[in-house]
T-cell receptor, first 114, second 115 residues
Framework: AQTVTQSQPEMSVQEAETVTLSCTYDTSESDYYLFWYKQPPSRQMILVIRQEAYKQQNATENRFSVNFQKAAKSFSLKISDSQLGDAAMYFCAYCTGTASKLTFGTGTRLQVTL | DTGVSQNPRHKITKRGQNVTFRCDPISEHNRLYWYRQTLGQGPEFLTYFQNEAQLEKSRLLSDRFSAERPKGSFSTLEIQRTEQGDSAMYLC?????????????FGPGTRLTVT
């Protein structure tokens, strides 16, 4: 079975600084996709960034980028120039190429301080 | 479009009662998903639909749970004979249904409390 592990229950970063959230996953599939979702307090979950496993180039979306290490099965999220609005739960998620369902990690709560 | 909506937002029920939740996806989305999220955990997949067809169900979905999407638009999730362990946030998500890696758009969830 596929599993997603987020080993950092909570992280804190100062405004304008950079923070990296860790995620590892376990799969025997060769075709899969990885995602980071953000869940702000009492608000809907939204997609932050996605990565196709067959692509070697790391995905980037504005201040958000990933470090995808396929051999190590690692998929970390880097947030640059952190803003107060980045405070949220961040979930790493996985889906295989043959199914649409997402498998989520347990999440990392990110606090952004002044 | 206003996004994925779910009703009710909160539901408190007594153990043994039946409850039904509704999800209205984004109008042109063919895929609809149900997830359950307990405190301190990530969402867990329950089931998903492609149009009106229910294509996959998790082992988490016991025989007390049933989901429908009768006309390929809104969906309902019913829990019969609720148990305290059913207390959770029930999330609905939808996607276009064209690509395997496409974004899923989540609703605000229905928080169920079983007393």
């Amino acid at each position: 079975a596929q599993t997603v592990t987020q080993s950092q229950p909570e992280m804190s970063v100062q405004e304008a600084e950079t923070v990296t959230l860790s995620c590892t996953y376990d799969t025997s599939e060769s075709d899969y996709y990885l995602f980071w979702y953000k869940q702000p307090p009492s608000r809907q979950m939204i997609l932050v960034i996605r990565q196709e496993a067959y692509k070697q180039q790391n995905a980037t979306e504005n201040r958000f980028s990933v470090n995808f290490q396929k051999a190590a099965k690692s998929f970390s999220l880097k947030i640059s120039d952190s803003q107060l609005g980045d405070a949220a739960m961040y979930f790493c998620a996985y889906c295989t190429g043959t199914a649409s369902k997402l498998t989520f990690g347990t999440g990392t709560r990110l606090q952004v301080t002044l | 479009d206003t996004g994925v909506s779910q009703n009710p937002r909160h539901k408190i029920t007594k153990r043994g009662q039946n409850v039904t939740f509704r999800c209205d996806p984004i109008s042109e989305h063919n895929r609809l998903y149900w997830y359950r999220q307990t405190l301190g955990q990530g969402p867990e997949f329950l089931t998903y639909f492609q149009n009106e067809a229910q294509l996959e169900k998790s082992r988490l979905l016991s025989d007390r749970f049933s989901a429908e999407r009768p006309k390929g638009s809104f969906s309902t999730l019913e829990i019969q004979r609720t148990e305290q362990g059913d207390s959770a946030m029930y999330l609905c998500a939808s996607s276009l249904g064209n690509h395997r890696d496409e974004e899923q758009y989540f609703g605000p969830g229905t928080r169920l409390t079983v007393t």
